[in-house]
């Protein structure tokens, strides 16, 4: 577990540098018709990492997390991310990330088996919910990266 811990920062770094290279025009594009535009997936991404951060760290000081899960076209909407600049957008990712991946670096060993339940879900160790977060940013990050070759 600890190894997911270690690749954490570095697993940042690389998606990181994949959404820079998206073209703004490109993600104002709809990842399918009526659905998120690919300012909107990384706003929710934005979202996830705000909702994670407070698990992360309510599990490794409290040795355990219980709270909501959220609404996330509720969140998207309310936050407008559709009339926001790229740039702008991507720098908030960055600036959120960049903190979450300081936290899960200053996370205890001892704290990885923590038990977390995210809304009605079974419970899960902090480890995973890192592990998840990772494959959840993979997922949208390859969403977003498919924009830039769809034809205007």
Not at 105 to 130: K, Q
């Amino acid at each position: 577990m600890q190894n997911a811990v270690a690749e954490f920062a570095i697993q940042i770094a690389a998606f990181e540098s994949r959404l820079a290279r998206v073209e703004a025009h490109a993600a104002e594009r709809e990842i399918r018709p009526g659905g998120w535009c690919g300012k909107e997936v990384l706003g929710h991404l934005i979202d996830s990492a705000l909702n994670n951060h407070q698990r992360f760290v309510r599990a490794a000081l409290d040795g355990e997390y219980a709270g909501p899960a959220y609404d996330q076209p509720a969140w998207v909407a309310l936050h407008g991310y559709r009339e926001l600049p790229w740039d702008e957008l991507l720098n908030q990712w960055r600036k959120q990330n960049g903190l979450l991946a300081r936290v899960v670096r200053r996370i205890p060993e001892s704290r990885l088996d923590a038990p977390c339940r995210v809304g009605g879900g079974e419970p899960v160790t902090l480890a995973f919910l890192i592990g998840d977060y990772l494959r959840h940013l993979a997922h949208h990050v390859e969403q977003i990266e498919t924009l830039d070759v769809i034809p205007r």
